[in-house]
């Protein structure tokens, strides 16, 4: 079982930074790969980062690659997403979520671990 609780968000201008924490109990948080997602307001849930189980690999979606960067912290039990070069279009509310496959995956279905999700809001 993995919990998850994320942190971070919250209101900044276009071109503004803002970084994420999701912070994980269980033991079992070192064997996941692990994801942020983000649904805006009408929108489906999308992914936004994955990495691998020990962090050797990480992939984006085409929107925000080159601004966002996925990392994870074993040691801590944390994952983090620092976001930079925000745009209003990135405004959505963030989750954290754990997969169940071994390997990188971008599909909502394989994400079975869920936060809460955080709240970001960049204004124009």
């Known amino acids: 079982q993995v919990q998850l609780v994320e942190s971070g968000g919250g209101l900044v201008q276009a071109g503004g930074s803002l970084r994420l924490s999701c912070a994980a109990s269980g033991s079992t948080f070192i064997t996941k790969p692990m994801g942020w997602f983000r649904q805006a307001p009408g929108k489906w849930r999308e992914f936004v980062a994955g990495i691998t189980r020990r962090g050797g690999s990480t992939y984006y979606a085409d929107s925000v690659k080159g601004r966002f960067t996925i990392s994870r912290d074993s040691a801590e039990n944390t994952v983090y997403l620092q976001m930079n070069s925000l745009k209003p279009e990135d405004t959505a509310l963030y989750y954290c979520?754990?997969?169940?496959?071994?390997?990188?995956?971008?599909?909502?279905?394989?994400?079975?671990?869920w936060g809460q999700g955080t709240q970001v809001t960049v204004s124009s």
């Open positions: 979520a754990a997969a169940i496959v071994p390997g990188p995956t971008s599909r909502y279905e394989d994400y079975i671990y």
